[in-house]
């Protein structure tokens, strides 16, 4: 199993900076892609941010800009920066890791619990 924890949020004013954490644990052979999805008040889950084993970078357009997502492969960690902040980045951002656990296996997803991300105005 792969449990994954994220760390680094809490509440912050418009303008603002926080800096995520994902730490993947557990049966873990290789970790391929790595992403952050948020979900806001009353919205459905949306892509913050995705990161490749290769290391490319894909964003959703309302953060283009404002995130960095960034990866350490030794530590099986990411890392989202998140500069000026707005209202609506407020939400559960959750991480997602795809996982396999072993060589001959098909990859998994496997999700965080989230963790809250309030943005005051």
């Known amino acids: 199993q792969v449990q994954l924890v994220e760390s680094g949020g809490g509440l912050v004013q418009a303008g603002g900076s926080l800096r995520l954490s994902c730490a993947a644990s557990g049966i873990i052979f290789r970790i391929n892609s790595m992403g952050w999805y948020r979900q806001g008040p009353g919205k459905e889950r949306e892509l913050v941010a995705a990161?490749?084993?290769?290391?490319?970078?894909n964003y959703g357009n309302s953060v283009k800009g404002r995130f960095t997502i960034s990866r350490d492969y030794a530590k099986n960690t990411m890392y989202l920066q998140m500069d000026s902040l707005k209202p609506e980045d407020t939400g559960a951002y959750l991480c997602k890791a795809d996982v396999s656990t072993d060589w001959s296996s098909p990859s998994d997803d496997f999700w965080g619990q989230g963790i809250q991300v309030t943005v005051s105005s």
């Open positions: 990161i490749s084993r290769s290391g490319t970078t």
